[in-house]
């Protein structure tokens, strides 16, 4: 079974956005323990102030992300990743991020019929489980350190000054290794293409 969670999240530029040169998307997101799933989205790129520019401004947020996954459901062969990536920029002043998390080989545990003694007990775990949950997940900044390593990848969308070979120099990937990801036959402006990316090259 799979489940699509949206994020959606505006981010508001101390300059005018003229034009988006360059964005990519970056993710931490792994399965905790009681079906919590947190970690963060890294959003980074360049972009153009005015039309006339010459200046590429570079910006880079990191954007916190959790959400708890119903009981009914078992999680332990569950895999947490990206299906969809999408931005606006509203205003020249507002970047709109549009992220779909996608949450799949998860199943619906069936009920059995219990007796009296087994509602009691679950009774009982139900308090113990919400006594747990008083202590307060910790902050996703405390657990994202710059030192850590983490096996991501990016999401690149193709502008109008991009080739493959620039794409190639830029994330320091081989040609090979990109087409296991993306169809290269045919890059059109918008495209979004899947970059690889070790916890050494972040």
């Known amino acids: ?3 699509t969670v949206p994020f959606t999240k505006e981010i508001t530029f101390d300059n005018n956005i003229y034009e988006i040169s360059s964005i990519s998307l970056e993710h931490t997101l ?8 947190n970690g963060a ?9 005015t039309s ?3 200046t590429i401004d570079e910006f880079n947020y990191k954007l916190p992300f959790e959400i708890s996954i119903d009981k009914k459901y078992d999680t332990s062969e569950a895999t947490v990743d990206i299906s969809d990536f999408y931005y606006e920029v509203i205003d020249n002043k507002i970047l709109s991020i549009n ?3 996608l949450i799949d080989n998860i199943e619906e545990i069936k ?4 007796n009296d003694n087994d509602e009691k007990e679950i009774e009982t775990e139900n308090r113990n489980y919400e006594e747990n949950e008083k202590e307060a997940v910790p902050s996703i900044f405390e657990s994202l350190d710059d030192n850590e390593n983490y096996v991501t990848y990016k999401v690149h969308i193709v502008t109008e000054n991009d ?3 620039s794409i190639l120099q830029k994330y320091e ?5 990109l087409e296991l990801y993306n169809d290269l036959t045919d890059l059109k402006i918008g495209d979004k293409l899947i970059i690889p990316v070790d916890g050494q090259n972040k």
């Open 111 to 114: 009920e059995e019929v219990m």
């Open 1 to 3: 079974m799979k489940k």
């Open 30 to 37: 792994s399965l905790k323990e009681k079906n919590v799933i």
């Open 41 to 49: 989205f890294i959003v980074s790129g360049t972009y153009k102030v």
């Open 99 to 101: 992220i779909e998390v």
């Open 52 to 54: 006339t520019s010459m």
């Open 163 to 165: 080739t493959k070979e």
């Open 173 to 177: 990937i081989t040609n090979a290794k």
